[in-house]
């Protein structure tokens, strides 16, 4: 009997310009456009294998080893159904395919990363989710028609459907038929742009993402002007600069957006706060680090940029990323030892941390913080889209039950 199964990895993304706000809380219609960066696989993923068998009395999923009911009406039952009725559409043009559409599936997914944590990963796994079902059931689809569906599964999700730099666009039309995701450069157009998160909580957050814009987009005048007056431009502005590698105006972009999306946060009734003390003296070291750089008549070398959590993600050319992890370990002590994976310090230079600072740079910015204040950093960079994989990666065993559960 044939074995009917897809595995698939997918990325995490990160926005630069942030998408925060829906105009349809169904059909998840943002009210502003939004731009990301596509991280790595090679260091963070979601990885989803899919089912379908006549055997299998219903749907089930289960997410890093515990079973997740698939509710009626849910942005899970949606994004099954969705992919179910486009199955059905290959299999009324090819008579001899099989009817998978009819078969219940089992879905396995698994994030190499905490969820939940405002590390995106909802969008990664909505990501992973909709690529395997696609690859399941063979669907001629591309990526930008796929993040239809993700979209609906989280907003976000959308983004992690392509590798490089991705829009999310807005759209006007009611059914969302025209709010879907583009690529505006390829991970080969910018390789050397590289990203170091700062893992400051991986606890779930206090305020999620779906009820916390809900408020804002209910209570905050701010939202208006952005929505309007500010995001359009720095949108077009932003891909103008990806386009040219222009890193200092990147750069200056994704940090304002960070900015005035926190702003619209402590702007909602009542106010929500994402970022902590650990989170405000990232942004006070990488301020006075690209002020000491652009004094001594250099550039601006690093962005930072927060989504609905503390941990930063500190973008920034490659050949800056050592500087900056000393920085941050210096007022940031880790429990563990920095996983150099790009081998940025050789054996002469010392341990992260016990190099000098910058030329120039102020160190009574910020204060040193306690043992594990930051609990981890990761150093990635540009990463591709969704991966298909091979048998030997599948979560599902023969049974098609997961091969761990908690």
């Known amino acids: 009997m044939s074995i009917y199964q897809a595995t698939v990895s997918a990325p995490v993304n990160i926005a ?15 009210t502003n456009s939004s731009l990301s960066v596509t991280l790595s696989q090679d260091h963070l993923k979601s990885t989803t294998t899919s089912r379908a068998d006549p055997s299998f009395s219903k749907d089930r999923l289960w997410l890093n080893g515990k079973e997740e009911e698939i509710k009626e009406g849910g942005r899970l039952a949606t994004c099954i159904t969705e992919l179910k009725k486009q199955r059905c559409l290959v299999e009324e043009k090819d008579a001899n395919a099989p009817t998978l559409s009819k078969y219940p599936v089992h879905i396995c997914s698994h994030n190499n990363f905490p ?39 989280s907003g976000s999700a959308c ?54 814009m809900q408020r804002t987009v209910e209570t905050s005048e701010l939202l208006q002007h952005r929505i309007k007056n500010v995001v359009p431009k720095r949108m077009v502005a932003i891909s103008d600069a990806i386009k040219a590698k ?96 790009f081998h940025l310090f050789g054996p002469s230079d010392g341990q992260p941390g016990e190099l000098s600072l910058p030329a120039g740079f102020n160190p009574q910015v910020a204060k040193k913080f306690d043992l594990g204040a930051v609990k981890n950093l990761i150093h990635t960079c540009v990463g591709d889209g969704p991966r298909i994989l091979g048998d030997k990666e599948a979560l599902l065993g023969s049974d098609g039950l997961p091969k761990t559960t908690m």
């Not at 630069?16 to 943002?30: A, V």
């Not at 079902?133 to 993040?147: F, G, N, V």
């Not at 006075?288 to 008549?297: F, P, Q």
């Open 115 to 153: 969820t939940a944590a405002g590390l995106a990963s909802s969008a990664s796994g909505f990501a992973a989710l909709v690529s395997s079902l696609s690859a399941l059931y063979q669907l001629p689809s591309s990526p930008s028609e796929l993040s239809l569906i993700a979209r609906q599964g």
């Open 16 to 30: 630069c310009i942030k998408y925060w706000g829906k105009r349809d809380t169904q059909l998840i219609l943002p």
């Open 246 to 341: 222009d890193f200092e105006t990147f750069a200056r972009i994704t940090m304002q957006d960070s900015n005035q999306f926190h702003a619209v946060a402590l702007d909602t009734d009542p106010p929500i706060f994402y970022m902590n003390d650990v989170s405000r003296s990232i942004i006070a070291l990488i301020v006075e680090y690209n002020r000491a750089s652009v004094a001594a008549g250099g550039k601006i070398k690093a962005a930072y940029t927060y989504d609905a959590g503390p941990n930063a993600v500190i973008y920034a050319p490659v050949e800056n990323v050592k500087e900056i992890v000393n920085l941050i370990v210096a007022y940031f002590p880790q429990n563990q030892p920095f996983k150099d994976t």
């Open 159 to 212: 983004r992690s459907l392509m590798g490089g730099f991705v829009a999310w666009e807005q759209g006007i039309k009611q059914d969302g038929s025209d709010s879907y995701a583009i690529q505006v450069a390829t991970r080969e157009h910018w390789p050397d742009l590289h990203a170091l998160i700062c893992v400051v909580s991986d606890d779930k957050k206090g305020t999620s993402s779906t009820s916390g």
